[in-house]
């Protein structure tokens, strides 16, 4: 089976520059988070969707960032316009049921780099 | 005060020592917990859940003391393999995880 993917592995690009990042869930997931980490930090939440809708998007730092799962399959995280403090890891993951034994798998990550 | 914390470490370790992480967390991240692994450069991957009665996977043992609010990791007789980040992670209400800024482990030869 395969695991969460994301794409792409790496983006470099210039402060005011947009930038898309996608995540495909395992297969059957309805539950899907992305989560971040910038230099120094802990891994801190963003959002989380069940199938295609919003559950808890607390974490989003500012309007700047979009996420969307049309069709509740893929997800992708806009950045708009990219910051320099936007620099980090950006991780995915999804679960099969958003209970609080059920584990979450996470995808490779996206590096970031606003320069 | 943050909601996970964690000795950064690192701690440095022979091949065959024990060594135990330890890790606090507030009541906001307190529904359950988990150890993940995240080795360089990749995706945090679970190690073990963490139950009230605590819990053991062949060489590793995690423990709960929910009065304290503090929850440990054992590590026996480390391998090479086991050098890492090692994650201590709480759940929320909400579902979301919680993540410590990790502790890093190096076993030597």
């Known amino acids: 089976e395969a695991g969460v993917t994301q794409f792409p592995s790496h983006s470099v690009i210039e402060k005011g520059q947009t930038v898309t990042l996608r995540c495909d869930p395992i297969s059957g997931h309805d539950n899907l988070y992305w989560y971040r980490r910038v230099m120094g930090k802990e891994i801190k939440f963003l959002l989380h969707?069940?199938?295609?809708?919003?559950?808890?998007e607390s974490g989003m730092p500012n309007n700047r960032f979009l996420a969307e799962r049309t069709g509740g399959t893929y997800s992708t995280l806009k950045v708009q316009p990219a910051e320099l403090e936007d620099s980090g890891v950006y991780f995915c993951a999804s679960s099969h049921e958003g209970t609080f034994r059920v584990e979450q798998f996470f995808g490779p990550g996206t590096r970031l780099t606003v320069l | 005060r943050k909601e996970v914390e964690q000795d950064p470490g690192p701690f440095n370790v022979p091949e065959g020592a024990t060594v135990a992480f330890n890790c606090t967390y507030s009541n906001s991240a307190s529904q359950s917990f988990f150890w993940y692994r995240q080795d360089c450069r990749k995706e945090p991957k679970l190690l073990m859940s963490v139950y009230s009665s605590g819990n053991e996977d062949g060489r590793f043992t995690a423990q709960l003391n929910r009065a304290s609010q503090y929850i440990s990791l054992l590590i026996r007789d480390s391998k090479l393999s086991d050098s890492a980040t090692y994650l201590c992670v709480g759940r929320d209400s909400s579902y979301k995880l919680i993540f410590g800024s990790g502790t890093r482990l190096l076993v030597r030869p």
């Open positions: 969707f069940v199938k295609e809708s919003k559950q808890d």
